[in-house]
């Protein structure tokens, strides 16, 4: 089993920034993503970005690139998503989630349904 525990959401003006952070603990694998995911009331989850933790590799969806930045600190199995220039639409609960790689590959990055592990969520409400 492996457990994800966010945190870093708040309230916070737009134009402002947050940075979220995801603490991984438990199983390891030799090849994994992290990404990072929102839900709005009454919206599907949603990609926001994901990083390939072997290579680095980086993948954001269109609405935040430019704005946000996924990265990882290894020696703290850990991920974070530094989010700059919020706006109110970039409302939403922020899950952090883990998909364990083979050894072909990883799954589509982008689709919440490739993933195994999900963190609790923390809010994160932008005011206008």
């Known amino acids: 089993q492996v457990q994800l525990v966010e945190s870093g959401g708040g309230l916070v003006q737009a134009g402002g920034s947050l940075r979220l952070s995801c603490v991984a603990s438990?199983?390891?694998?030799?090849?994994?993503?992290m990404g990072w995911f929102r839900q709005a009331p009454g919206k599907e989850r949603e990609f926001v970005a994901a990083?390939?933790?072997?290579?680095?590799?980086?993948y954001y969806a269109d609405s935040v690139k430019g704005r946000f930045t996924i990265s990882r600190d290894n020696a703290k199995n850990t991920v974070y998503l530094q989010m700059n220039s919020l706006k109110p639409e970039d409302t939403a609960v922020y899950y952090c989630?883990?998909?364990?790689?083979?050894?072909?590959?990883?799954?589509?990055?982008?689709?919440?349904?490739?993933?195994?592990?999900w963190g609790q969520g923390t809010q994160v409400t932008v005011s206008s």
């Open positions: 438990g199983r390891t694998f030799s090849s994994y993503v």
């Open positions: 990083i390939k933790w072997s290579s680095g590799s980086t």
């Open positions: 989630a883990l998909q364990g790689c083979s050894a072909y590959g990883c799954y589509d990055v982008r689709s919440p349904n490739t993933y195994d592990y």
